[in-house]
């Protein structure tokens, strides 16, 4: 039984600590620091339009080298946008 379906009004969010977590672990030392500013620059924005866009962003500079975690932020926006109904106004 999938808890949406008891809890209709139910707002689920994905911790960015464990997709920032989970992306780190196929990057490179050497350019771990531009990734994880990239990442930021998603979660960190005032509303899911705007996180989009610096998410598109991202996906164009990871895509060459790390496709898997452009795919894993892609794959799992759904569940990241609740976030931004929360975010400083």
């Not at 808890?3 to 780190?24: A, D, F, G």
């Not at 990734?35 to 598109?56: H, P, Q, W």
């Not at 164009?60 to 452009?70: A, G």
């Amino acid at each position: 039984v999938c808890v949406n379906s008891i809890y209709l009004n139910m707002i689920v969010l994905l911790y960015i600590v464990h997709m920032v977590k989970n992306s780190v672990k196929y990057v490179s030392c050497k350019d771990l620091k531009a990734v994880t500013a990239g990442l930021k620059r998603i979660y960190t924005t005032n509303n899911k339009e705007i996180g989009y866009l610096e998410l598109k962003s991202s996906v164009d500079k990871l895509d060459n080298k790390y496709s898997v975690v452009s795919d894993i932020w892609q794959r799992n926006w759904g569940v990241i946008i609740p976030l931004f109904a929360f975010a400083d106004k």
